[in-house]
């Protein structure tokens, strides 16, 4: 079975959601009553909170990522792997494609914020949960190929879930957003870095299909001189042979 197909349901079924979640906002449909009692269950403003969704900003997430573009362009340029460059590329257009997306969106809906905030539309979807996933989900695609143990894998794997999630929080007990904008965003994420792991998983077998076995390396071909080697050799031994067959008692 092809990675496409396994990966089907995180592609379809995030697409669907969203899909339905803005069709619900745009025609005002029921699920706009339970989701502002949920916001009103959980929106209760604090310190902690803001601090949390402030690790949804720009400012703080982008740099994350290009560290991780960067870092992973060194280590693929340096090892010569093939298309060492598509994996950073699509990260980098992934993150470009945020606001492309969201901004748009936004404008279509206009659905207006929380009682918390000032009066407003353009709500939905979250783009602090959108920057926050993406960038924090893409470094860890990025990095993880790179990593030698399933320990630093799995650690990796585990800051990523806990900051998207912390940011994801902090919007809603904040008051910034409904819950809904955050879940559509998700939703989104979902389908964007499902994509792109499908490019990473493609460049990395790509990579080990084209890597050189050790005796298929640029120091394995006979070079002139070693082809030389044994005619030296063989020369040698028949100077030496010679030598002794001319001294030997049968000879005088």
Request: charged share 15%; proline share 10%; aromatic share 6%.
């Amino acid at each position: 079975m092809s990675t496409v197909v396994r990966r089907a349901p995180l592609l379809v079924l995030p697409a669907v959601l969203l899909v339905l979640s803005t069709w619900q906002v745009v025609a005002h449909g029921p699920l706009l009553r339970l989701d502002a009692r949920l916001s009103r269950a959980l929106a209760h403003p604090d310190r902690f909170s803001e601090i949390l969704s402030d690790l949804g900003n720009a400012q703080v997430a982008v740099p994350v990522l290009l560290v991780a573009i960067g870092y992973v362009l060194w280590r693929g340029r340096r090892g010569g792997a093939p298309r060492w460059w598509l994996p950073p590329l699509g990260a980098f257009v992934l993150m470009a494609l945020v606001p492309a997306i969201i901004v748009p969106l936004k404008d279509w809906t206009a659905r207006p914020g929380t009682p918390v905030v000032p009066p407003a539309v353009g709500y939905f979807p979250s783009g602090h949960t959108a920057t926050a996933a993406v960038a924090y989900g893409s470094a860890t695609l990025l990095l993880l190929p790179w990593l030698r143990t399933p320990a630093a894998r799995r650690s990796l794997l585990a800051l990523c879930t806990v900051l998207v999630l912390g940011v994801s929080y902090g919007l809603v007990r904040r008051g910034y957003h409904w819950p809904l904008d955050v879940l559509a965003s998700w939703c989104l994420c979902t389908v964007l870095l499902t994509s792109l792991s499908l490019v990473i998983s493609r460049s990395t077998r790509r990579g080990s299909s084209g890597t050189p076995s050790p005796g298929s390396g640029p120091s394995s071909p006979t070079t002139s001189s070693d082809r030389a080697a044994p005619a030296r050799s063989h020369e040698s031994r028949t100077s030496r042979s010679s030598s002794s067959s001319s001294g030997s008692p049968g000879s005088s």
